[in-house]
């Protein structure tokens, strides 16, 4: 599942941006298929401008019924009927998506036997200081078996002993959830947390699921400003 919304706060119709002859939605569509890992793949949007660039293109996509404020509402919504035991969600703006990251995602509930993971997603290794101090870059910290502890636009953990060697992790917007736990999240109310950092993963915190964390060194571009589809262009030629 893709969640699409026209409307972004900081780059207002992103989505809808040519990159290299194509718009970064569909790019990032075509990319999620060329994986060959889904037994199907559809964007879910709040746009009909989205949904008839996606089904225009010979792609699969569903009109959201309801307003929604973060993706995996969206996402919630639309599977609630579906019979499909884990979604994974990869954001439409994410045209770099790779398959090695997702295998790897995918990876987490093959081995998940007791089923003691509620959702997955990715992290990669940050050591640049103004990348740790960006707000717009979501830091996670984890246990010593990569479960999630927090995820903040603050740097944590704060370097109070800059000796110790602490690793820095950027939170890679893509998740692998178990339906069951994408029902909950739509069901249950924001909590404090995530409506101080506006960072939906919060909820699942608060409500005390599992998010296993897996590290990969693949950056990719995520499309969040002008500035940002300028260097997709780039790295795309």
Not at 164 to 177: L, N, P, Q
Not at 180 to 208: I, V
């Amino acid at each position: 599942m893709i969640p699409a919304r026209y409307a972004a706060s900081r780059f207002p119709g992103k989505l809808m941006q040519d990159l290299e002859g194509k718009t970064v939605i569909t790019r990032t569509y075509e990319a999620t298929i060329a994986t060959n890992l889904f037994d199907d793949v559809y964007v879910v949007t709040d746009s009909s401008i989205i949904y008839n660039e996606i089904v225009n293109n010979g792609g699969k996509a569903i009109m959201s019924k309801k307003e929604h404020d973060c993706g995996s509402d969206r996402i919630a919504e639309a599977i609630e009927f579906m019979d499909v035991d884990v979604v994974i969600n990869v954001q439409g703006d994410e045209p770099f998506t790779d398959k090695e990251s997702l295998v790897k995602l995918i990876d987490v509930f093959k081995k998940d036997s007791k089923k003691e993971v509620d959702l997955a997603s990715l992290m990669v290794h940050i050591t640049d200081t103004q990348e740790i101090n960006n707000p717009n870059t979501v830091k996670v910290i984890v246990d010593q078996f990569n479960f999630a502890l927090y995820f903040s636009r603050s740097p944590i953990p704060y370097p109070r002993d800059k000796n110790v060697g602490v690793r820095y992790f950027k939170h890679k917007g893509v998740y692998a959830f178990r339906k069951q736990a994408l029902l909950d999240f739509y069901n249950l109310p924001m909590q404090l947390l995530e409506a101080s950092e506006k960072l939906e993963q919060l909820r699942y915190l608060e409500y005390g699921k599992r998010i296993k964390m897996v590290e990969t060194d693949v950056q990719g571009v995520e499309i969040d400003t002008p500035e940002d589809l300028e260097r997709a262009k780039k790295l795309w030629k």
